[in-house]
């Protein structure tokens, strides 16, 4: 019973373009959602993050896109960079909440030269 | 300003054995999660603690897991009679406070091997 689900295990990119990484989610009852990065050996460090009531945020080089109607949310990386390889994973949970989230299974970036 | 510490960051046991994992929460951090990553799969939700206090533990499996967050000294989450199943990584995280909109800070997690 997967409810956040990320359908694209890996994802290879060159230096300067663009990431986009995907994920969809089932129960519209979620109104935050989170993305995280991790490196190998080390724990998931918090990237960006967008509440329901909007449909777009943005932190520098990263974007998070949010279609409620389809359940669906996206980042976008401009310009990807080596050191942005890591795994991504997307997360949600109830906006006011405890921390109690749900993590999809990751998908693995690689930013080549 | 140290972040969340865990340790061991490795940890083998036999099959039956204990294993007990440790996490120090960021310096006035008073809440504590545990979550767990299988192989392949992102990290799931296991326990969920204030000083003193378990505040959820839907995400613990029914038997053989324990966590504590006692006043004095770190969090720890104990495994008994651990099995092959229990093989995983283990990461600990903070907040400030217990609001989804504050961001987590995860340890480094615990490679628990159960052989």
């Known amino acids: 019973d997967q409810q956040v689900k990320q359908n694209s295990p890996s994802l290879s990119v060159q230096e300067g373009r663009i990431s986009i990484l995907n994920c969809d989610y089932t129960?519209?009852?979620?109104?935050?959602f989170l993305w995280y990065k991790k490196y190998p050996a080390e724990g998931p460090t918090f990237l960006i993050s967008?509440?329901?009531?909007?449909d777009k945020n943005e932190d520098g080089r990263f974007t998070v896109f949010l279609n409620k109607s389809a359940k669906h949310l996206s980042l976008h990386i401009v310009p990807s960079q080596p050191g942005d390889s890591a795994v991504y994973f997307c997360?949600?949970?109830?906006?006011?909440?405890?921390?109690?989230?749900?993590f999809g299974a990751g998908t693995r970036l690689a930013v080549h030269p | 300003n140290a972040g969340v510490m865990q340790n061991p960051r490795h940890l083998v046991r036999r099959r039956g054995q204990e294993a007990r994992l440790r996490c120090s929460p960021m310096?006035?951090?008073?809440?504590v999660y545990w979550y767990r990553q299988l192989p392949e799969e992102g990290l799931k939700f296991m326990v969920y603690?204030?000083?003193?206090?378990?505040?959820?533990e839907s995400g613990m499996p029914k038997e053989r897991f324990s966590a504590e967050f006692p006043k004095e000294g770190p969090s720890i989450l104990r495994i008994q009679q651990v099995v092959r199943g229990d093989s995983a990584a283990y990461f600990c995280?903070?907040?400030?406070?217990?609001?989804?909109?504050?961001?987590?800070?995860f340890g480094s997690g615990t490679q628990l091997s159960v052989l």
């Open positions: 995280a903070s907040s400030p406070r217990d609001a989804t909109n504050e961001k987590l800070f």
């Open positions: 129960n519209s009852m979620f109104d935050y």
């Open positions: 967008i509440s329901s009531i909007k």
């Open positions: 997360a949600t949970g109830e906006f006011g909440g405890y921390n109690k989230l749900i």
């Open positions: 310096k006035g951090h008073s809440h």
């Open positions: 603690l204030q000083k003193e206090n378990i505040i959820d």
